[in-house]
């Protein structure tokens, strides 16, 4: 079965760091995408960073770019994503979801494109 688990949320102050965690299982990372999603109360899930795990393409919202970084450990079958310089804004559920990746050069970056979640890990950002 095909299993992620997100790891690493709580509380962090504006400006601070914060490193989320998903670990997968149940296939072979490097056929896949990897993606954070977050939603906040009273608003749409939205993208938040994407990993072509067989490419390593990425993919950033315009809201994290320069403050968030996506990265991976296929050994350890672990997706990063570390959140530096979060805002307020940033607070939200965070969650992570996998699909099987056909295209290189292709970072699926829509929720609908992936086949696969975790649960969520929620992120509360002090101000």
């Known amino acids: 079965d095909v299993q992620l688990q997100a790891s690493g949320g709580g509380l962090v102050q504006a400006g601070g760091s914060l490193r989320l965690s998903c670990a997968v299982s149940?296939?072979?990372?490097?056929?896949?995408?990897i993606g954070w999603f977050r939603q906040a109360p009273g608003k749409e899930r939205e993208g938040v960073s994407c990993i072509s795990l067989s490419d390593g393409s990425t993919y950033y919202a315009d809201s994290v770019k320069g403050r968030f970084t996506i990265s991976s450990d296929n050994a350890k079958n672990t997706v990063y994503l570390q959140m530096n310089s979060p805002k307020p804004e940033d607070m939200a559920v965070y969650y992570c979801?996998?699909?099987?990746?056909?295209?290189?050069?292709?970072?699926?970056?829509?929720?609908?494109?992936?086949?696969?979640w975790g649960q969520g890990t929620q992120v509360t950002v002090s101000s």
């Open positions: 979801a996998a699909t099987p990746t056909y295209y290189s050069d292709y970072v699926p970056t829509r929720g609908d494109e992936y086949a696969y």
């Open positions: 149940g296939f072979t990372v490097d056929d896949y995408a």
